[in-house]
């Protein structure tokens, strides 16, 4: 049974920081390829960043520069650091992970989501 946790959102002020975790288990951790995606009300769920099992990691052209994507297979936890957050990236952030297709921003190409975590940017 695969189940994603994500925690470490909240509420900040535009400019500032915050480290999104996502608790995988169950998952074949370290030949996965795991992603962060956001959605908000009304609009299609769009990708954030994803590492892939070789360590590559791919971002959004909105997130470049500002966020960072990481994993600590020992943790079994994949995180996403934001810095200079705006008002634009307050959205529900999901984890997800097993991916098996072609667009990595795709989210049908995933297999197990998180229930998501909260983050308002003002």
């Known amino acids: 049974h695969v189940q994603l946790v994500e925690s470490g959102g909240g509420s900040v002020q535009a400019g500032g920081s915050l480290r999104l975790s996502c608790a995988a288990s169950?998952?074949?951790?370290?030949?996965?390829?795991m992603a962060w995606f956001r959605q908000t009300p009304g609009k299609e769920r769009e990708g954030v960043a994803a590492l892939d099992s070789d360590g590559s990691a791919t971002y959004v052209d909105s997130a470049k520069g500002r966020f960072t994507i990481s994993l600590d297979n020992t943790k079994k936890a994949v995180y996403l650091q934001m810095n200079s957050l705006k008002p634009d990236d307050t959205a529900m952030y999901f984890c997800?992970?097993?991916?098996?297709?072609?667009?990595?921003?795709?989210?049908?190409?995933?297999?197990?989501w998180g229930q998501g975590t909260q983050v308002t940017v003002s």
């Open positions: 997800a992970a097993d991916f098996r297709g072609d667009s990595w921003s795709r989210p049908s190409n995933y297999r197990y």
């Open positions: 169950g998952l074949r951790f370290s030949s996965s390829c």
